[in-house]
């Protein structure tokens, strides 16, 4: 990251957008194409959202929390008509129940999903509700901000439209980059779509792509960052990179219960990149995770929205190996002692 | 900027954005809201049209060059009525016509204005514009990207309403941070406004920066990068920053002078950031930039727009000292020379 800038404009830029560029496709699994925008997750979801749905658009927005809430609102946002279809938070989406929305109102335009909700610690069955939303023919708008990378997600296979993913989960980079896929049938909604856009304008960071450049100022340093990462998944292997997330959270979910706390999300479709942990009764979840953070020197989050104090989150993607779940647990295991709550550890001793 | 990432929910990036905004207000010379947004500078300007303007609205839209096309443009997409106000590439604004335009239509709500035109290397006289608008009792958005912290801009002192800036032109820093400032009037605007917007919504960041926090996801390694930055600019002083830039701008274009070559600027109004230079007849600009890229290791660009190939443009903004532009001027001359263009240098010698 402390390369020198270079001309965005010139030829060095042209190599590094297609070189990177080059290897996303890769791990997103799509012969599309992918764009790069500079913001952060949540402009990806915009991206998704102004370039294909038009004011008046009804669209089914399911969610699972928090961040498939922001899904929906954005889209509420510019103008479409949003039938919510909520699920528990801590349980997946019911494909079958995306179904039945779908077959209820046949001018629902698109869907909204997200992949892995961060929130939760849930990832949702996104084989089964691409199948669903391709044989209803509509246009599917995947969040896979914490999963793209790190979950295995076919992007082609499964016939998803828009793909929104973000630098600093999956792909090790701090955040600043937006990375979105657009199909063909995505380039059709977006050939027809009159919501106002500039920034966010799909179709020119196409055109600006195609030379080897974007159409405003990149974030250039976070593109080195990105180049350099992507080296490291090459080295190691798209399927390999799916397979130590998925041994890692298993490792995380054990020591979890190992300790006798509650994992929060139902355990058939817990995420590979981020573990919720029920705070023990009595203690919120702040206080953990703050103890973690002044005692242990580690970073865990405390829960988003209304789980604020009901759960606490272990993320493991990225950049994560053996020995960071082992030390993350082991102390997690030192402050429920000190804070005296009866892990099954220390009802051993 | 290899600093680890840090929890942008957790206290220490709390402390990180209340230092850094300070700081930035200090060189805003505001004591309103600066705002940060993770994006390029055109996001900038998409932030101060989308929180102010509302479909409908007519705007004064002043253009000297490609970023004032650019903002009138921002403005028309997201539905406003656009006057454009042009004027010869290479001169200022007549701060008169634009007295005059807003005399002919008093249904007009807000101006929007280049402070430096980076196409053309040109300032306009904000001083006298902001006069004339505050005259008015108009809204003023600012396009300041290329010249605040580097050219003189007093905030509160001239009355701007929006002021929008980017982090890679004076501020030292890579791109990927935009910074904003928000006037009272601004806010009332803000309030009244129509337009969607969500990942650029004003409100919310500032909302967030009560709190420390952002919205959505900072591009932390960019603050990193910022409050380093800050550091130095506060060491330096910021009228000495101002006073630097105008000798190395002065310097520069009596060097280009020197070698027997035309400023394309109306030199009363030239910018002290960018200096934009005629290519000499039969010499395509480009072909100009391409050899000081190759032969010399000096990266200067061509022009933008219709002025592609009609002008080259030295930058000469934040990190820069005597050094580099003794040494560019120097590759100029020898570039010139092998190209046999009819340089002063050459035919002295």
Not at 70 to 78: D, G
Not at 230 to 248: P, Q, S, T, V, Y
Not at 251 to 268: H, M, N, Y
Not at 285 to 301: F, H, L, N, T
Request: charged share 20%; with cysteine.
């Amino acid at each position: 990251m402390s390369t020198a800038m270079i001309n965005h404009r010139g030829p060095e830029f042209a190599a590094l957008s297609a070189r990177v560029t080059e290897r996303l496709k890769y791990f997103f699994q799509t012969q599309s194409d992918v764009l790069i925008f500079t913001a952060a997750g949540t402009g990806a979801l915009e991206v998704a959202v102004v370039n294909t749905i038009s004011p008046g658009d009804k669209v089914l927005a399911v969610s699972i929390g928090v961040f498939g809430d922001r899904f929906a609102n954005i889209a509420k946002r510019y103008g479409a008509k949003v039938t919510k279809l909520d699920f528990e938070w801590g349980k997946a989406a019911d494909p079958d129940a995306i179904r039945r929305a779908l077959a209820a109102d046949p001018a629902i335009k698109a869907v909204l999903v997200t992949h892995n909700e961060t929130s939760t610690g849930v990832t949702n069955d996104l084989a089964a509700i691409s199948a669903i939303v391709r044989e209803a023919d509509k246009l599917l708008l995947v969040d896979a901000v914490s999963s793209l990378s790190a979950i295995d997600l076919p992007v082609d296979a499964w016939g998803c439209d828009v793909v929104a993913t973000g630098s600093q989960k999956g792909w090790m980079v701090p955040p600043g980059l937006a990375m979105v896929s657009f199909s063909e049938r995505a380039w059709q909604a977006y050939r027809a779509c009159t919501t106002p856009r500039f920034y966010f304008d799909a179709g020119e960071a196409k055109r600006y792509q195609e030379k080897g450049q974007t159409p405003w100022t990149p974030a250039l340093s976070l593109y080195f960052a990105l180049d350099v990462a992507l080296d490291l998944m090459m080295k190691e292997g798209r399927e390999n990179i799916f397979a130590r997330h998925a041994r890692l959270a298993e490792k995380t979910r054990q020591g979890i219960e190992a300790l006798g706390l509650t994992l929060f999300a139902d355990r058939t479709h817990a995420s590979n990149t981020v573990t919720a942990v029920k705070a023990p009764a009595g203690i919120p979840a702040k206080q953990i995770s703050r103890a973690m953070r002044e005692e242990e020197g580690v970073v865990i989050a405390a829960g988003q929205g209304r789980l604020e104090n009901e759960i606490f989150r272990f993320g493991h993607l990225g950049y994560v190996n053996d020995s960071d779940i082992d030390e993350a647990l082991a102390a997690l295991a030192r402050v429920c002692q000190r804070l005296g709550v009866p892990t099954l550890a220390s009802r051993v001793n």
